[in-house]
């Protein structure tokens, strides 16, 4: 019951946080832990602001893996759609020393696609969530400093 209540109080403090933030944001789903933002930007354009932000901030990008060109390549057709990985290895790993599953989580990933309607979106894995998920109560400062580091990384493509 105890766990119960807990996890009412957590889903309650994510679902404040979402709601506090700009109506273009998305939950994907109750409880795949999506955030979804709309860009007001090209896909390109959004990724070099990103990217642009990352660096700036003295992150290391690990990668940017363009997934329309891939599935393209191999017959399929793919609206533009790419893969940005990113992270400060010194936070990461923090996670990954609490619960070494939580590899599966790291480093970040933020996906930028263009949606059905044409606008731009842009996709990241919710902190509070990936906590839960992998069930580490120990970090919370670090989950909090990345919460905040997303946000940062993503305000200047949000519309």
Do not use: C
Request: glycine share 8%.
């Amino acid at each position: 019951m105890q766990r119960m209540i807990r996890l009412l109080f957590m889903a309650a403090l994510s679902l404040a946080g979402i709601l506090s933030a700009s109506a273009t944001i998305v939950q994907a789903g109750g409880r795949d832990g999506v955030v979804v933002l709309k860009s007001r930007y090209s896909v390109d354009e959004t990724v070099t602001k990103i990217k642009g932000s990352v660096a700036e901030k003295g992150i290391m990008l690990f990668d940017d893996i363009d997934q329309a060109r891939l599935g393209n390549a191999a017959g399929n057709k793919v609206r533009p759609s790419r893969l940005i990985l990113f992270g400060n290895p010194a936070l990461g790993t923090t996670f990954i020393t609490a619960n070494p599953v939580a590899g599966l989580d790291w480093p970040v990933r933020v996906l930028v696609y263009e949606a059905k309607d044409g606008t731009v979106r842009v996709a990241y894995t919710d902190f509070n969530w990936i906590a839960r998920r992998h069930g580490i109560t120990s970090r919370e400062k670090e989950f909090k400093m990345a919460s905040e580091v997303i946000k940062a990384v993503t305000d200047p493509v949000h519309q």
